[in-house]
């Protein structure tokens, strides 16, 4: 029996459209590498402030974001610079002391590693920012930021989180 032209044609576009689609590898690379190139440009923001559970940050409004300098983190138990431990709070507190004379020479280390490492001689007094809980005794935080002045850091910045703007 003879096929219709018309019976021909949707049988071979029956067959046709069996066959699995192929894909195009080409299109599906670009948009990989484009997502790759994003996620490195973007990565950048990121945290640099370490994080940790042992310290309870207090929230403020603040707009900027915190620069990548010394961190000196004050837990409910140590002092700590730049993650390793400096000093017992219980110790710190209980002296009369205003400068905390283990935590001065950890920071004077550090600035010298910073200038050993070719930081710009234009920037006149280095920088540390201060991560302690809500928590800590006013006393203790003015100890440590005369330490840090002392050391010779002359910006001192205090860590907080961000929270959203309230609007009135």
């Known amino acids: 029996m003879k096929q219709s032209r018309r019976a021909r044609r949707?049988?071979?576009?029956h067959i046709r459209h069996k066959r699995a689609p192929a894909f195009n590898l080409v299109s599906l690379m670009d948009i990989f590498t484009i997502l790759v190139f994003f996620l490195l440009v973007n990565s950048s923001d990121g945290e640099v402030l370490p994080s940790t559970k042992s310290v309870e940050l207090p929230e403020s409004i603040a707009e900027q974001k915190p620069r990548q300098n010394v961190v000196v983190m004050v837990t409910e138990?140590?002092?700590?610079?730049?993650?390793?431990?400096?000093?017992?709070?219980?110790?710190?507190?209980?002296?009369?002391?205003?400068?905390?004379?283990?935590?001065?020479v950890a920071l004077?280390?550090?600035?010298?590693?910073?200038?050993?490492?070719?930081?710009?001689?234009?920037?006149?007094?280095p920088e540390v920012t201060i991560m302690g809980s809500k928590e800590i005794p006013y006393n203790l935080l003015k100890k440590v930021m005369a330490t840090c002045t002392e050391a010779g850091y002359g910006k001192i910045s205090l860590a907080?989180?961000?929270?959203?703007a309230q609007e009135s």
């Not at 949707?10 to 576009?13: G, L, T």
């Not at 140590?78 to 001065?104: C, F, H, M, N, P």
């Open 108 to 125: 004077e280390a550090q600035n010298q590693r910073r200038v050993l490492q070719g930081a710009p001689a234009s920037a006149s007094a």
């Open 10 to 13: 949707m049988q071979r576009n």
């Open 77 to 104: 138990r140590d002092i700590l610079v730049q993650g390793s431990a400096i000093a017992r709070v219980s110790s710190v507190t209980s002296s009369e002391v205003l400068v905390i004379d283990s935590l001065k």
């Open 160 to 164: 907080v989180l961000q929270k959203a």
